[in-house]
């Protein structure tokens, strides 16, 4: 069972964040917009530019949109579909999971931390559509849930599988990305 978890999750991650464009798309520069909100996101939060360009180009809504607004959607629809799988993924290892093993309680904040980052995610895009500057808050607070579930595995020295891991990078990308989006958009 914990194999085929993490076959599945492995896949989706895959599909989400590592994998590359698809055909079509495969010789398809970045546009500007991701460009420099990459550029911006290197310099304010310390990330690599090509892989936030990669990682950024290979959603479609985020290649289509055309101003800040649209990136800014489809970048946090983009992390709260990471949040959605890797919320299901603790969900199935805290089911699968006896009661009374090591790590146990860091699994069940992991669960807690992304319920709250998904709804966070999903809160900020409305927040977003209709210029709602409190939505800057719920991104730092998605952020700081985050950071608590990372802490919690390390407390007790959970080792995540590498595809949980990679998506959990992919969501803080999206997370920081939006964060400077929405700050330039809403003007903070």
Avoid at 11 to 24: K, M, R, T, W
Avoid at 137 to 157: G, K
């Amino acid at each position: 069972m914990a194999s085929s978890v993490s076959y599945e999750v492995f896949i989706a991650s895959l599909v989400l964040c590592l994998s590359s464009s698809p055909a079509p798309f495969a010789n398809a520069r970045a546009s500007q917009l991701v460009r420099s909100v990459c550029k911006q996101t290197q310099d304010q939060f310390g990330y690599n530019y090509k892989p936030c360009v990669k990682s950024l180009w290979k959603d479609i809504p985020i290649r289509l949109a055309t101003n800040l607004k649209d990136l800014d959607i489809a970048v946090l629809k983009l992390a709260a579909a990471n949040a959605a799988l890797t919320k299901a993924t603790f969900e199935k290892a805290f089911n699968a999971t006896s009661k009374n093993a090591n790590g146990m309680s860091a699994i069940k904040q992991c669960v807690d931390s992304y319920d709250f980052a998904l709804g966070a995610f999903v809160f900020v895009v409305r927040g977003v559509n209709d210029g709602d500057k409190s939505v800057m808050e719920i991104l730092t607070q998605a952020q700081d849930e985050l950071v608590r579930c990372q802490r919690a595995l390390a407390s007790v020295e959970v080792q995540l599988p590498m595809p949980i891991s990679a998506t959990k990078f992919c969501i803080m990308l999206n997370r920081d990305v939006a964060f400077l989006v929405t700050s330039q958009l809403l003007n903070v």
